[in-house]
Protein backbone atom coordinates (compact mmCIF):
# COMPACT_ATOMS: atom_id res chain seq x y z
CA UNK A 1 0.00 0.00 0.00
CA UNK A 2 2.91 2.83 1.02
CA UNK A 3 4.44 1.72 -2.87
CA UNK A 4 1.02 2.44 -4.33
CA UNK A 5 0.68 6.24 -2.59
CA UNK A 6 4.14 7.00 -3.08
CA UNK A 7 3.57 6.25 -7.05
CA UNK A 8 0.70 8.23 -7.14
CA UNK A 9 2.52 11.08 -4.95
CA UNK A 10 5.16 11.15 -7.84
CA UNK A 11 2.55 10.91 -10.81
CA UNK A 12 0.65 14.23 -9.07
CA UNK A 13 3.85 16.16 -8.91
CA UNK A 14 5.11 15.44 -12.18
CA UNK A 15 1.23 16.32 -13.39
CA UNK A 16 1.74 19.60 -11.19
CA UNK A 17 4.97 20.72 -12.53
CA UNK A 18 3.66 20.41 -16.08
CA UNK A 19 0.64 22.10 -15.32
CA UNK A 20 2.12 25.19 -13.90
CA UNK A 21 4.44 25.36 -16.46
CA UNK A 22 1.18 25.33 -19.17
CA UNK A 23 0.01 28.06 -16.86
CA UNK A 24 3.45 30.00 -16.82
CA UNK A 25 3.92 29.19 -21.12
CA UNK A 26 4.37 33.14 -21.94
CA UNK A 27 2.46 31.98 -25.71
CA UNK A 28 -0.48 31.08 -23.67
CA UNK A 29 -0.90 27.58 -25.34
CA UNK A 30 -1.98 24.27 -23.25
CA UNK A 31 1.58 22.41 -24.09
CA UNK A 32 4.43 21.74 -22.23
CA UNK A 33 7.41 24.17 -22.78
CA UNK A 34 10.70 21.97 -24.54
CA UNK A 35 12.63 22.33 -21.20
CA UNK A 36 10.37 20.00 -19.65
CA UNK A 37 10.23 17.24 -22.58
CA UNK A 38 14.30 17.91 -22.60
CA UNK A 39 14.08 17.24 -18.64
CA UNK A 40 11.91 13.78 -18.90
CA UNK A 41 14.30 12.68 -22.01
CA UNK A 42 17.42 13.14 -19.95
CA UNK A 43 16.44 10.79 -17.43
CA UNK A 44 15.72 8.33 -19.53
CA UNK A 45 18.72 8.53 -21.76
CA UNK A 46 20.95 7.31 -19.62
CA UNK A 47 19.51 3.86 -19.92
CA UNK A 48 20.04 3.55 -23.89
CA UNK A 49 23.23 1.99 -24.80
CA UNK A 50 25.38 3.93 -27.41
CA UNK A 51 25.47 1.74 -30.85
CA UNK A 52 27.77 2.85 -33.99
CA UNK A 53 25.87 3.84 -37.12
CA UNK A 54 28.04 5.35 -38.84
CA UNK A 55 30.30 3.90 -41.54
CA UNK A 56 33.78 5.44 -41.04
CA UNK A 57 33.82 4.34 -37.46
CA UNK A 58 33.15 0.91 -38.65
CA UNK A 59 35.78 0.42 -41.06
CA UNK A 60 38.43 2.50 -38.50
CA UNK A 61 37.53 -0.04 -36.31
CA UNK A 62 37.98 -2.89 -38.85
CA UNK A 63 41.68 -1.75 -40.06
CA UNK A 64 43.38 -0.15 -36.96
CA UNK A 65 41.48 -1.82 -33.90
CA UNK A 66 42.14 -4.77 -31.96
CA UNK A 67 40.57 -7.92 -32.61
CA UNK A 68 39.62 -11.33 -31.27
CA UNK A 69 38.24 -14.07 -33.35
CA UNK A 70 36.43 -16.97 -32.98
CA UNK A 71 34.12 -19.68 -34.51
CA UNK A 72 30.90 -17.82 -33.97
CA UNK A 73 31.94 -14.31 -33.71
CA UNK A 74 34.74 -11.71 -34.39
CA UNK A 75 35.19 -8.51 -31.47
CA UNK A 76 36.74 -5.21 -33.17
CA UNK A 77 37.85 -2.67 -30.60
CA UNK A 78 39.02 0.81 -31.22
CA UNK A 79 40.13 2.62 -28.31
CA UNK A 80 38.44 6.37 -28.00
CA UNK A 81 39.96 9.50 -27.74
CA UNK A 82 38.05 11.87 -25.44
CA UNK A 83 34.97 9.64 -25.78
CA UNK A 84 33.51 8.80 -22.06
CA UNK A 85 31.11 5.80 -22.44
CA UNK A 86 31.19 2.53 -24.80
CA UNK A 87 29.90 2.85 -28.30
CA UNK A 88 29.36 -0.57 -30.09
CA UNK A 89 28.17 -1.67 -33.29
CA UNK A 90 26.73 -5.13 -34.42
CA UNK A 91 27.10 -6.75 -38.28
CA UNK A 92 25.76 -9.55 -39.72
CA UNK A 93 25.80 -10.31 -42.74
CA UNK A 94 23.23 -11.32 -45.37
CA UNK A 95 24.84 -14.95 -46.20
CA UNK A 96 24.53 -15.65 -42.61
CA UNK A 97 20.20 -16.00 -43.33
CA UNK A 98 17.30 -14.60 -44.20
CA UNK A 99 16.20 -11.36 -42.58
CA UNK A 100 14.29 -13.20 -39.40
CA UNK A 101 17.56 -15.19 -38.66
CA UNK A 102 19.84 -12.03 -39.09
CA UNK A 103 17.16 -9.91 -36.87
CA UNK A 104 17.54 -13.15 -34.39
CA UNK A 105 21.02 -12.78 -34.26
CA UNK A 106 21.32 -8.88 -33.56
CA UNK A 107 18.78 -9.65 -30.52
CA UNK A 108 20.98 -12.29 -29.03
CA UNK A 109 24.13 -10.97 -29.41
CA UNK A 110 23.12 -7.68 -27.88
CA UNK A 111 21.66 -9.28 -25.24
CA UNK A 112 24.85 -10.70 -24.53
CA UNK A 113 26.52 -7.65 -24.90
CA UNK A 114 24.12 -6.31 -22.18
CA UNK A 115 24.77 -9.20 -19.87
CA UNK A 116 28.57 -8.11 -20.08
CA UNK A 117 27.93 -4.45 -20.29
CA UNK A 118 29.01 -3.26 -16.60
CA UNK A 119 31.94 -5.06 -16.14
CA UNK A 120 33.75 -3.19 -19.70
CA UNK A 121 36.35 -0.47 -19.70
CA UNK A 122 34.87 2.73 -20.85
CA UNK A 123 35.73 5.07 -23.81
CA UNK A 124 36.27 2.53 -26.45
CA UNK A 125 34.28 1.10 -29.61
CA UNK A 126 33.23 -2.04 -30.15
CA UNK A 127 32.07 -3.89 -32.99
CA UNK A 128 30.89 -7.66 -32.73
CA UNK A 129 30.39 -9.74 -36.62
CA UNK A 130 28.58 -12.60 -36.38
CA UNK A 131 30.11 -15.64 -38.21
CA UNK A 132 28.87 -18.63 -39.54
CA UNK A 133 29.38 -20.38 -36.46
CA UNK A 134 26.83 -17.78 -34.52
CA UNK A 135 24.17 -19.45 -35.84
CA UNK A 136 21.72 -21.54 -33.83
CA UNK A 137 23.76 -20.75 -30.56
CA UNK A 138 21.93 -19.92 -27.35
CA UNK A 139 22.70 -16.63 -25.70
CA UNK A 140 24.25 -18.36 -22.97
CA UNK A 141 27.12 -19.82 -25.42
CA UNK A 142 27.00 -16.43 -26.54
CA UNK A 143 27.93 -14.45 -23.21
CA UNK A 144 30.74 -16.94 -22.68
CA UNK A 145 32.39 -16.19 -25.87
CA UNK A 146 32.31 -12.21 -25.96
CA UNK A 147 33.35 -12.44 -22.35
CA UNK A 148 36.49 -14.97 -23.40
CA UNK A 149 37.22 -12.34 -26.33
CA UNK A 150 36.87 -9.20 -24.30
CA UNK A 151 39.11 -10.43 -21.70
CA UNK A 152 41.51 -11.31 -24.94
CA UNK A 153 40.78 -7.60 -25.92
CA UNK A 154 41.97 -6.15 -22.72
CA UNK A 155 38.30 -4.90 -21.73
CA UNK A 156 36.55 -6.22 -18.68
CA UNK A 157 37.41 -4.68 -15.92
CA UNK A 158 35.17 -5.85 -12.78
CA UNK A 159 34.92 -8.90 -11.40
CA UNK A 160 32.67 -12.22 -12.49
CA UNK A 161 29.46 -11.76 -11.20
CA UNK A 162 28.22 -15.38 -12.53
CA UNK A 163 29.88 -17.02 -9.81
CA UNK A 164 27.99 -14.91 -7.15
CA UNK A 165 24.49 -15.57 -8.99
CA UNK A 166 24.73 -19.26 -9.61
CA UNK A 167 23.02 -20.50 -5.67
CA UNK A 168 24.79 -23.16 -3.71
CA UNK A 169 22.68 -26.72 -3.71
CA UNK A 170 20.24 -27.18 -0.98
CA UNK A 171 21.71 -28.50 2.21
CA UNK A 172 19.04 -31.21 2.73
CA UNK A 173 20.70 -33.15 -0.64
CA UNK A 174 17.78 -32.18 -2.75
CA UNK A 175 14.72 -33.69 -1.05
CA UNK A 176 11.90 -31.97 -0.40
Do not use: H
Not at 42 to 69: C, D, I, M, P, Q
Not at 90 to 109: E, F, M, P
Request: hydrophobic share 30%.
Amino acid sequence: MAEKSSREDALKADSDSLINQMNNNPKGSARPSRNFKNRINEKNKSKKLKTVTENRLFTRAYSKGSRAVSKSLAVYVLNGKGFRDIRYGITVSKDRGGAVVRNRLRRIIRAAYRELYPRLRRGCTIIIVARQGCVGKKSSELVKELEQMFSKTGLLTGPDDTAKTVSSPPSDGGKL
